[in-house]
């Protein structure tokens, strides 16, 4: 059962669409705290951003796309995840000392060679 109290790490996003680089990127996620907190930009039909203008998947087929791929890897919503409805972030501010860390995890694939291959 996911647990509201317990650490968990979060991924924001617009998930437009959910692919095996966001699949892989949950894997890390779920390995930190064994739950994960997964929430949903809400920008169907609206720009995410300067280069995210394409985003024709509403919230109802986001979180399908999301369970259906995770599912795959055993993963459960409701267990090992939930999904969040956020308005669209674009910008994340923080104090000092707010007991949470920002991480870039970053995963080879074909359109970034240069990076290193992690895990």
């Known amino acids: 059962m996911f647990d509201w ?20 990127l949950f894997k890390r996620c779920v390995q930190k705290t064994g739950q994960v907190m997964i929430q949903v930009r809400d920008v169907h039909q609206s720009s995410g951003g300067e280069g995210q203008d394409d ?4 919230w109802d087929l986001v979180c399908k796309n ?22 669209n972030i674009v910008n994340i501010t923080y104090g000092r000392g707010v007991g949470y860390a920002f991480e870039e995890e ?10 290193r291959r992690l895990g």
């Open 5 to 24: 109290k317990k650490p968990t790490v979060q991924m924001l996003g617009r998930w437009q669409p959910w692919h095996e680089g966001h699949q892989a």
């Open 55 to 58: 985003n024709p998947f509403d």
């Open 66 to 87: 999301i369970e259906d791929g995770l599912t795959k890897d055993d993963f459960s919503r409701g267990i090992q995840y939930e999904i969040m409805l956020v308005p």
């Open 106 to 115: 970053v995963l080879y694939n074909w359109f970034n060679p240069w990076r």
